[in-house]
């Protein structure tokens, strides 16, 4: 669809504006005791390039952050490194106003959207789990069909794509080379690597209970000699025992909240000492991997390792190649211990400096003048609800449970029908049609009452019902619109429930979380470097980061994927 950049002088006129697009459109020291290469030098800036002699890249990587809110990257910028963020700020192009533009700012959905190019409305991946018609849990990539290889495997697992209704990035460069390119995905979250890899490219994830990276019988019968001897190097045992410490001075840390309240089992602050209660790596020591540097460190490795054995760069056949990167521990940081912390700071300065080897790995591997890089992120992070009440603002976790429960009591007391409400999950809110069309009851009016219900209830700002989305009605302001955009007509629930600002849906009491269409959910880096097609400087025009996958297929000469929504990024190019 064809979206007009909004002014950048007023708020209010740049959500008119992206509103009236969509009607128009169509509707440390490092991890201490962890041997690290030593930090990358400075790279050359880079030389003027000559448009007309600009060839497609040998190599795309693109790199989600999961769970990096751009304010981090604003705030921590001048403590980088010199090799990894810095030089993807200072070489690259940086849209400093992109957004997961949709209503449910989740993982699945925000890496669905990177490569697609489409919103959940049509690419049909509306969170990280569901409900489908029986009430049953949908888990966004299981599938039983397919298992881990060498890998025990449950049944809301995810082994596949089968629920990703398009089309991605690297499907149509498979297509539109015959096959030739490779496209090779890894995170540290099964739903990270599968949902950039789309249909036909390969991925790779992070096992919980082994610390082994693996891929499914959707992909492949048995891993290539390569992913083999990686694992059975087991990098993942190294850090046993080991620490993990603040990289920078003390000071650097100052403005960040203070350390929270020690626990039995964690002292909630610096060193964090990776172990186990067993003395030996077991699936528990590989669990607390996660929450550290340590599984992005991981994940890099192996990139390292796909790069070098399976030639991405240097295809023999002269395609290009496509390596998606998910780094998943600052969301698990986050989650943790909320994106003010220092865990949180020093996590996003250790993986930069990782990335700065990274980049120096493809300098002398690849040559960087021949990478094409995109990092952004699948959604931002709610600062904790604690932290938010300290700073006077009114946020609180809503226990969904028993708001449902309280739902579906006050829907029987007024309709006379006992369980209108059936299993959900919010922002979903399913409701009994069966029940309501047997008993003779108005649809809308159930709808209604259950809207108005909920919004008196603590913490909700809005909700939306299945007959408004389905009209294309309930006013044009941005969250209208990004609520329009997250909800699928086949998948979603009949009500869509948006808490207020800095409250979320939730039962524990510590921790922060993400999901909302809020600023600081919805707004991600969006950073793109490649000398011979970028043009380097900062852009403070509103930019989504469905405008990905369009830029990179006009970019590498290839289709659009089929649900790609968002536009060209001409202003970057060179």
């Known amino acids: 669809m064809t979206r007009s950049a909004p002014p950048t002088t007023s708020p209010r006129l740049r959500v008119l504006a992206a509103a009236a697009a969509i009607f128009i459109g169509a509707v440390v020291p490092a991890l201490s005791a962890i041997a690290a290469p030593a930090a990358a030098a400075t790279p050359a800036a880079p030389a003027a390039v000559d448009k007309a002699a600009a060839r497609p890249p040998k190599l795309v990587l693109v790199m989600v952050i999961d ?130 890899a789309g249909k036909t490219g390969t991925a790779y994830m992070y096992m919980d209970k082994t610390g082994d990276f693996a891929s499914s019988t959707y992909y492949m019968q048995q891993h290539p000699a390569w992913v083999q001897r990686f694992d059975a190097a087991k990098p993942q045992d190294r850090y046993y025992a080991k620490s993990w410490k603040a990289l920078l001075p003390e000071s650097a840390y100052a403005d960040d909240a203070p350390f929270p309240a020690a626990t039995e089992k964690n002292p909630n602050r610096f060193p964090f000492t990776f172990y186990s209660e067993s003395g030996r790596p077991d699936a528990d020591y590989y669990v607390r991997l996660k929450a550290s540097p340590a599984v992005d460190e991981l994940t890099l490795d192996f990139a390292e390792a796909a790069v070098e054995n399976e030639q991405l760069g240097a295809n023999p056949s002269g395609a290009p190649d496509l390596l998606g990167v998910s780094l998943s521990g600052h969301d698990y940081v986050n989650h943790a211990y909320g994106p003010e912390s220092r865990m949180s700071h020093d996590h996003l300065q250790q993986i930069d400096r990782r990335i700065a080897r ?122 209208r619109t990004l609520v329009q955009r997250a909800w699928n007509r086949d998948l979603s629930g009949d009500l869509f429930v948006v808490p207020r600002a800095y409250s979320s849906f939730g039962s524990g009491s510590s921790g922060a979380t993400h999901g909302t269409p809020y600023d600081y959910d919805t707004q991600v880096p969006l950073l793109i470097m490649g000398r011979r097609w970028i043009r380097p400087g900062e852009d403070a025009q509103y930019t989504e980061v469905v405008d990905i996958a369009p830029t990179l297929a006009d970019i590498l000469r290839v289709r659009r994927p089929a649900g790609a929504e968002g536009r060209v990024l001409t202003e970057a190019l060179r």
């Not at 489908?132 to 888990?139: E, I, K, Q, T």
């Not at 082994?159 to 390119?181: E, F, I, K, M």
């Not at 009440?389 to 309280?406: E, F, G």
């Not at 009994?432 to 047997?438: F, G, L, N, R, V």
């Open 67 to 196: 769970g990096l809110p751009f304010e981090q990257v604003q705030r921590y910028r001048d403590q980088f490194g010199q090799g990894g963020l810095r030089r993807l700020l200072e070489q690259g192009a940086s849209f400093t106003n992109a957004h997961q533009a949709h209503g449910v700012t989740v993982t699945a959905v925000g890496h669905s959207a990177v490569l697609s190019g489409a919103y959940p409305y049509r690419h049909g991946i509306i969170g990280n789990n569901w409900v489908d018609a029986n009430g049953n849990s949908v888990y966004c990539t299981e599938d039983t069909r397919y298992q881990y290889i060498g890998e025990a495997t449950d049944a809301h697992d995810g082994t596949s794509p089968a629920n990703l209704r398009v089309d991605t990035l690297g499907d149509q460069l498979r297509y539109a080379t015959g096959n030739r390119s490779k496209v090779i995905t890894v995170s540290g979250k099964d739903r990270g690597a599968i949902l950039l």
């Open 358 to 479: 990274f980049f120096a790995f493809l300098d002398k591997r690849v040559g960087m003048d021949n990478v094409l890089v995109v990092l952004t992120a699948d959604h931002g992070f709610a600062n904790s609800a604690e932290f938010s009440q300290a700073r006077r603002v009114d946020a609180i976790r809503i226990d969904p449970k028993p708001l449902l429960a309280k739902l579906d009591d006050a829907l029987g007391h007024q309709f006379h029908v006992a369980h209108l409400v059936k299993p959900s999950m919010p922002p979903e809110v399913y409701l009994d049609y069966d029940a309501i069309e047997h008993d003779k009851l108005s649809r809308t009016e159930v709808e209604n009452y259950a809207a108005r219900w909920l919004m008196k209830q603590p913490g909700i700002a809005d909700v939306f019902t299945r007959s408004q989305l389905e009209q294309g009605l309930g006013g044009t302001t941005r969250l």
